[in-house]
Nanobody, 122 residues
Framework: QVQLVESGGGLVQAGGSLTLSCAAS????????MGWFRQAPGKEREFVARIRGSDGVYWTNYADSVKGRFTISRNNAKNMVYLQMNSLDPEDTAVYYCNAKLARWGERDAYWGQGTQVTVSS
């Protein structure tokens, strides 16, 4: 059974930092692209970051809105993916979702977690 369980969300002041974690199980973690998406109230879910790779060689991609502030990483030995978020802005307030997919899948076929709330106060 596939499971993606996010943690680490919370309330933080603007300019602060948070690290989100996602624990994965039920699939061959190292073979999957892992990503983070977010959905703010009244808005559609949007891409945040993605990471692919293993054995110390990784490819990452970020949304323009988070480049230079957020860092995605993964630990294939622990089946974990992380999102380090720095210089947080109230515009980053959203539910953050962990996402797992094979490279050839569309997002519609991906596995999703239940989400963790991040609230950035001004």
């Amino acid at each position: 059974q596939v499971q993606l369980v996010e943690s680490g969300g919370g309330l933080v002041q603007a300019g602060g930092s948070l690290t989100l974690s996602c624990a994965a199980s039920g699939f061959t973690f190292s073979s999957f692209d892992m990503g983070w998406f977010r959905q703010a109230p009244g808005k559609e879910r949007e891409f945040v970051a993605r990471i692919r790779g293993s054995d110390g060689v990784y490819w990452t991609n970020y949304a323009d809105s988070v480049k230079g502030r957020f860092t995605i990483s993964r630990n294939n030995a622990k089946n974990m993916v992380y999102l380090q978020m720095n210089s947080l802005d109230p515009e980053d307030t959203a539910v953050y979702y962990c996402n797992a997919k094979l490279a050839r899948w569309g997002e519609r076929d991906a596995y999703w977690g239940q989400g963790t709330q991040v609230t950035v106060s001004s």
